[in-house]
């Protein structure tokens, strides 16, 4: 299933307009993705582990999302519309996690792919 929000959300990205940086600002200062060189070799553990409090703190979902922005992206995607609640839990828990969430909501609005169903509410 991750798999195929990595490509509707990887398609959607490359149709609609998206202000990378207004996601990247919400990552910690000095951070940045393990492979934003275009070198993409991901470890089948990246994929797959989830993430820990000092994960979330710094505003990752799991390691997968540390790897690069679109691989980032997709986690909060795929979070949103597979477990929406746990990701409340989270962004209640975590600024960071909170910050990007309402960054996420805010772009699938925009390109009316998301459709508020009660889930997902922006505090931004």
């Not at 991901?42 to 540390?66: C, H, K, N, P, Q």
Request: glycine share 10%; net charge positive.
């Amino acid at each position: 299933m991750g798999m195929l929000y990595a490509l509707c959300v990887g398609q959607l990205l490359k149709r609609e307009p998206f202000e990378r940086f207004e996601w990247t600002a919400r990552n910690p200062p000095g951070f940045s993705y393990r492979y934003e060189d275009g070198e993409n070799p991901i470890r089948f553990g990246d994929m797959v582990r989830g993430g820990g409090a000092s994960l979330r703190e710094r505003g990752f979902l799991r390691s997968y999302g540390t790897t690069t922005f679109e691989h980032d992206f997709c986690s909060y995607v795929r979070t949103l519309f597979s477990q929406p609640e746990r990701l409340e839990v989270l962004a209640a828990r975590y600024p960071r996690v909170r910050r990007k969430r309402d960054v996420c909501v805010r772009y699938l609005r925009s390109t009316g792919y998301f459709r508020d169903r009660g889930k997902a509410k922006e505090t931004g």
